[in-house]
């Protein structure tokens, strides 16, 4: 009997475990692709790994300062593969098909107010400001820091059922001109 209790101890463990990657599996295998437009640098702290933070570059159409207290939905506008427009909506809005859920991507969202301009410049509107980081190994860091300085680069993501954006690469957009 008790042996009997051991094991089974053991093997639940093992079996949740086997589950949960099941499920995630399971919705990778479902999710839609798509190539979104980034920014980026790469500070590449050493304590903290080798990474590129990045800025998705969309193009947004909406309040961005709905998003203020992270109180907004972001909608893709455009067929997959195409991730370079979204919409934003405030919370009691119409759903939107293609809902990101920054928060479960792993993602940081800013609102940013407009400024007003002054004699000499003018003013920028609002606007929306979605970062995250994507790892690196340490011998790929440094060439990937280059190239994104030099070219455009966009970010081949999971969009999965639930809204999470899954990434899976980061290339340039276009071929380096020579």
Known sequence: MNRSLLIAALLLP?????????????????AEQYVMPVTGFDPR??????????????????????????????????????????????LPSAPCPK????????????????TSGT??????????????????????APAMEQQMAETPMVMNVLLTSSGRLVNQSLIPSAPPSR
């Open 14 to 30: 093992l079996a949740g475990l086997a589950a949960s990657v099941g499920i995630r599996e399971s919705e990778l295998s479902r």
């Open 45 to 90: 702290d050493v304590l903290r790994g080798h990474y590129i933070r990045y800025r998705y570059d969309w193009q947004v159409s909406g309040d961005p300062l709905w998003c203020r207290d992270g109180a907004c939905r972001i909608c893709l506008a455009g067929d997959a593969p195409d991730g370079s427009r979204v919409e934003i909506r405030d």
């Open 99 to 114: 809902e990101i859920d920054w928060q479960a991507s792993g993602l940081t969202l800013y609102a940013v107010p407009a």
């Open 119 to 140: 004699a000499d410049e003018a003013g920028q509107p609002a606007r929306l400001d979605v970062s995250g980081i994507f790892y690196l190994s340490e011998s790929d």
